[in-house]
């Protein structure tokens, strides 16, 4: 049995996106390599809407999976396939863009905006897949409740639930872990994923090391092992646990798209430039 021990701490830095909101991108371009399958984890703890209220209007993607997942808050979205609809507290939008879509993301003025959106790399054979959104609400997502705490699962699976999804193509776990103070957290895990934490809310300690507390608004990549462990600090902790099997494939990255060739990435560029990019349908005038 093989704990798995911190390997690296990333925080981060502050950025804006989309028409200028405020945002952590916790994990970038800079970190494929070591986070492979995931390729971005963008933070969002916002009391003040002039942070995020300009939102992310139209705009394409192709090659990957974006999932948003909101403790707090009200995001409204609507997208080239007819999809429209909020994602709220607690409910979690799991998007496939595969070939590609268009879609709009707007932040509403809500006391408190609390989540993140995650996106996941598609494997090369699946990029040009079908495109399909999945509205997990909260009623979809498993709340597994133990003593001293509680795990939502909104992908994989948990103690023998089933999340809300097991994913399409990458199988990753997605749990939303809260531990009240001092509770222990320990799960086997899959040696063959990489495995990593962001820090939501309060403070704790993981691995076998029991003495250095992690803040919260931190994201932790753990080595390899068989076993995770995670201990609550005096004020509890609440973390979003993330495993995947790296795909271990060529990137080609621009903006929204992420291809394994620049050959594809060049093209999918074109087919924006000159309105092929969403066939039979789309937006018109985008
Ligand atoms: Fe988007």
């Known amino acids: 049995m093989a704990i798995r021990e911190v390997n690296k701490v990333v925080t981060g830095t502050t950025q804006y996106d989309g028409a200028g909101v405020k945002l ?8 494929v390599k070591e986070f492979d399958p995931f390729l971005m984890l963008d933070a969002f703890d916002s009391d003040d809407p002039e942070d995020y209220i300009k939102g992310f209007p139209w705009h394409p993607h192709r090659g990957i999976e974006t999932v948003t997942y909101l403790i707090k808050g009200d995001i409204e979205h609507g997208d080239s396939l007819g999809n429209s609809g909020s994602i709220l507290d607690g409910s979690c939008q799991w998007m496939t863009a595969g070939k590609g879509i268009l879609h709009q993301e707007m932040p509403q003025a809500t006391p408190r905006m609390l989540g993140a959106q995650l996106w996941v790399n598609l494997p090369k054979k699946d990029k040009m897949t079908e495109p399909e959104y999945r509205d997990l609400t909260k ?60 820090i939501v809310l309060g403070a704790g300690s993981f691995g076998s090391d029991m003495t250095t507390v992690y803040p919260n608004k931190r994201a932790l990549l753990f080595e390899e092992g068989d076993q995770f462990s995670a ?11 993330f495993s995947g099997v790296p795909l271990k494939e060529p990137i080609a990255w621009g903006g929204p798209i ?29």
Do not use: C, W
Request: charged share 25%.
């Open 139 to 198: 009623e979809m997502i498993p709340v597994v409740e133990d003593e001293d705490h509680s795990v939502r699962v909104i992908s994989g699976e948990y103690k023998g639930i089933a999340g809300a999804t097991q994913g399409d193509y990458v199988k990753i776990d997605y749990f939303d872990v809260m531990l009240q103070p001092g509770a222990k957290f320990q799960i086997s895990t899959d040696p063959n994923r990489n495995l990593f934490v962001y």
């Open 231 to 241: 201990i609550a600090a005096d004020d509890g902790l609440r973390f979003f646990l």
């Open 24 to 31: 952590v991108r916790v994990i970038g371009r800079a970190d």
């Open 258 to 286: 992420v291809m394994n060739t620049r050959e594809e990435l060049m093209e999918a560029f074109r087919e924006i430039e000159n309105g092929t990019f969403i066939q039979g349908g789309g937006l018109d005038g985008l």
